[in-house]
């Protein structure tokens, strides 16, 4: 018995300090930090939510944004959702953000397969290349002009193609494509199936994870882009994705211009203007709250082995 415990706290002094026993103090602070973050979190979404659904006499009281819930209402909701501008912005998000994510999703995935076989051709110096436009970029104005130049003033792929490619994504599903099993590859590559086949069956079901990851990235990159709309869009509002909506709303909070229905914003003194302001920030929030939980799951696999594995 006593050897055995001798053995023991050997092992036990040889453990590296990441994995001691924690200490009572150490579990006590950890969790107070955890609770630090998750309010951080959590109390300004609370803040939103509750001042949207409240009166203006509610906010008059709170001398602002409202914490505790006080006369709640939906007036807010459906004056917002009752505009034109509102539903054509939420409907141009949705499919600049659909349309985006999957053309992205092909060019990234398709460039870091390829890039990935080191007997693709001329894959070190494709390589370079994408790495060093991570650090030197044409710039603002170049970019404006050479989509103006090619007709996207007003148009929607204006918002998609300039932005469709991110080199940093493309070398992470490049390091996770590296690493898959070369004797799967070879084992189908003897049954006949060629690179696209490979990919499809092979590939992309073993980095699910990494792929749902690099997915959840464009799509709310996406969903929440506004500044090319104030490069590339004209001041028509009913072509205006709902994030440059509420930027507008919240910059001028008395209406929107171009409006087709003027009264957005305009409440007759039934809404308040700052519960209308919140209420467009809980529908900018609602499909990423929404999808994030299903994605949760795979955020941490995804990125720590697509980047470990590099």
Not at 253 to 272: D, E, I, M, Y
Request: aromatic share 10%.
């Amino acid at each position: 018995m006593s050897t055995a415990h001798a053995l023991h706290g050997r092992r036990s002094a040889k453990r590296p300090v990441w994995d001691e026993q924690p200490s009572a103090a150490g579990t006590t602070g950890k969790s107070t930090a955890l609770a630090l973050v998750a309010a951080a979190v959590l109390v300004p979404l609370w803040i939103i939510v509750v001042t949207s659904l409240s009166t203006q006499a509610a906010i008059n009281r709170a001398g602002g944004l409202v914490i505790w819930p006080d006369g709640l209402t939906l007036s807010a909701y459906l004056e917002m959702l009752g505009d034109p501008t509102v539903r054509t912005s939420v409907l141009v998000s949705l499919a600049v953000t659909v349309i985006g994510t999957s053309i992205s999703m092909m060019v990234s995935v398709w460039c870091a397969y390829g890039l990935s076989r080191s007997q693709s051709y001329a894959h070190r110096p494709i390589l370079t290349l994408l790495v060093i436009t991570m650090f030197v970029s044409g710039g603002l104005i170049p970019t404006f002009l050479v989509v103006t130049g090619l007709g996207g003033y007003g148009e929607y792929w204006a918002l998609i193609l300039p932005s469709a490619v991110s080199v940093f994504n493309i070398l992470v599903l490049r390091s996770f494509y590296s690493s898959t099993s070369t004797e799967l590859i070879d084992a189908a590559r003897m049954d006949g199936a060629g690179d696209w086949r490979i990919l499809w069956s092979v590939v992309l079901p073993t980095s699910r994870a990494v792929t749902a990851v690099i997915t959840l990235l464009y799509a709310v990159g996406y969903w929440n882009a506004f500044f090319d709309v104030m490069l590339f869009m004209p001041t028509e509002s009913q072509k205006w994705p709902l994030q440059y909506v509420l930027l507008t709303y919240v910059n001028r909070g008395n209406g929107l211009p171009g409006s087709v229905n003027s009264g957005f914003g305009n409440s007759h003194g039934q809404t308040a203007p700052l519960s209308l302001q919140m209420a467009v920030v809980v529908l900018t929030l609602v499909p990423l709250l929404v999808v994030y939980p299903f994605m949760q799951k795979h955020f941490r696999t995804g990125v720590l082995t697509g980047a470990v594995k590099g």
